[in-house]
């Protein structure tokens, strides 16, 4: 299961990533917000990474503005490798180099369909499992 998280600069966005999870029958969590009124996004960004530290989800997404805010909070989570990507590329080279389980996304920064192809992309990669990066994942989430 994903978990996905936004705040009010994320909303809009997030409603289309929830459009396009549900043409793809990936199941989710929404972890809010719901409207676009200020919300404080490090209440969101905690509801998804604690989805994935408890087990409930395997990954999740993360929207916020600029997506800034949302990464630096969910990687103050020891298990959390929280990667903001504005491009495929990225979206595919976290995924297989560093295992990443939180995309963030700024709102702000990408478009809908550009949002959506990162999307695909994140949950469509899988971690390379080569060693080399094995071991600098290991080392990321040691204390």
């Known amino acids: 299961m994903l978990a996905v998280g936004c705040d009010q600069a994320g909303y809009t966005l997030k ?17 809010g917000t719901w409207s676009e009124d200020a919300v404080d996004y490090p209440v969101y960004a905690k509801a998804v990474v604690q989805e994935i530290l408890s087990g409930q989800a395997d990954k999740g997404i993360l929207i916020c503005g600029t997506g800034i805010g949302m990464s630096m909070t969910a990687n103050r989570y020891k298990g959390i490798r929280a990667a903001l990507c504005g491009d495929c590329f990225s979206a595919e080279a976290t995924r297989l180099h560093n295992d990443a389980n939180v995309l963030c996304m700024g709102a702000r920064v990408v478009g ?17 499992q080569a060693e080399r990066h094995a071991r600098r994942v290991r080392m990321i989430d040691e204390e």
């Open 15 to 31: 409603l289309e990533i929830l459009k396009y999870l549900d043409e793809k029958g990936i199941a989710y969590k929404d972890c």
């Open 112 to 128: 809908p369909g550009l949002a959506v192809k990162i999307t695909e992309t994140f949950l469509e990669t899988p971690f390379s």
